[in-house]
């Protein structure tokens, strides 16, 4: 059904920049408890950027956990392995994360897998579900074959595509993960203003975030206009 659903989805719109908002799409149609997906790319410890989804409201939930640092994908990334959060779990490990889920989004339960193949270290899948219940009942069995099925799509394309420049895919600066590169810009600004390291001047920049109520790109955006403080 994964391979149905993405063959679909690769006839409407096959604009390689778009491949992980496809995959995204894939996923939400290949489980049916699943209502929104989302696809992140790790290239360090403290540097993950989301780089599709299969809807707004989905980009919304996984800009969350890039922006906060914490989430049952940074947790699935880290520790190898198939995360399962319904709402009481996500509000005991990741607070913070379970309060802005539940404000912005219809979401209450993540299920959270790093992808299949060699980009299981780097690549992780969020699925995002409406009903608490889904998070227990969706079949590990399932989740794992589309995961494989994403790392191979996402494999394959960096292995093939013929339109990378110094070794990037075209989904890594596609528009999704355009729009976070703004944020590591910022951090970039922000460590040589204060003379501290990344992770520091990341903090920084979460904490301007959330003391303004804004959003991360939009934290970066003002500093990199000069204005929110730098000193």
Do not use: N
């Not at 944020?183 to 992770?199: F, K, M």
Request: glycine share 10%; with cysteine; proline share 6%.
């Amino acid at each position: 059904m994964f391979a149905a659903a993405l063959g679909h989805l690769e006839t409407s719109s096959a604009e390689p920049a778009l491949l992980p908002d496809r995959l995204a799409r894939a996923c939400v149609a290949a489980l049916p408890q699943v209502d929104g997906a989302g696809l992140s790319y790790t290239f360090t410890a403290d540097r993950r950027l989301p780089v599709g989804a299969s809807d707004p409201v989905a980009a919304t939930a996984e800009r969350l956990q890039f922006a906060l640092g914490e989430g049952p994908c940074l947790t699935a990334q880290r520790q190898h392995r198939l995360v399962r959060a319904a709402l009481p779990e996500l509000q005991g490990s990741w607070p913070v994360y379970a309060g802005q889920l539940v404000t912005g989004t219809p979401f209450r339960g993540v299920v959270a897998v790093p992808v299949g193949g060699p980009l299981g270290g780097v690549a992780g899948i969020d699925l995002y579900v409406r009903s608490p219940g889904a998070v227990t009942t969706l079949s590990a069995d399932d989740v794992q074959t589309v995961a494989d099925l994403v790392g191979a799509a996402l494999a394959d394309d960096l292995a093939t595509a013929d339109d990378r420049l110094a070794g990037t895919p075209s989904w890594l600066t596609g528009p999704s993960a355009e729009a976070r590169e703004k944020v590591w810009i910022a951090v970039g600004y922000l460590a040589g203003q204060r003379a501290c390291t990344t992770s520091d001047a990341l903090a920084l920049l979460r904490a301007h975030a959330f003391t303004h109520d804004l959003d991360l790109e939009r934290a970066a955006e003002l500093v990199l206009a000069g204005e929110l403080p730098t000193g």
